[in-house]
């Protein structure tokens, strides 16, 4: 049997917009309702990136490659550790981007967990 219970994931999306893209919104929100009842709880393993979190991480400590990190991105994240943000450079570009890549990561997260692969 699968879950018609719009409103709970409504309240779960309204709850959690902001740590996905816009665009994803509606992408999520079929996924989630062709979803069995049974697997409903895999939404509360989930652990997304406060993309607000990671912004200031990136602010004050991306030099470091800190907001790297926490995203995921080791490889990224030495790479800043080593350059030193690329002399800052590259600290600067991050904070523009940071967050749409935390949204991206949260959204790949939550579609790995629900064994959807390739969107």
Known sequence: MYYGGSNKID?????????????????????????????????????????ITILLFSIFLGGWGVDRFMLGDVGLGVAKLLT????????????????????????QELMMVLGIHGR
Not at 15 to 25: C, L, N
Not at 35 to 45: I, K, T, V, Y
Not at 84 to 107: H, L, Y
């Open 84 to 107: 030193g943000g690329a002399c800052g450079i590259w600290t600067v570009i991050d904070w523009f981007i940071v967050m749409g890549a935390a949204r991206e990561r949260n959204f």
């Open 11 to 51: 309240m779960w999306l309204m709850s959690h917009r902001d740590y996905f893209k816009p665009e994803h919104i509606f992408i999520i929100q079929e996924e989630l309702a062709r979803l069995p009842e049974d697997r409903m709880g895999l939404l509360l393993s989930l652990q997304l990136k406060k993309p």
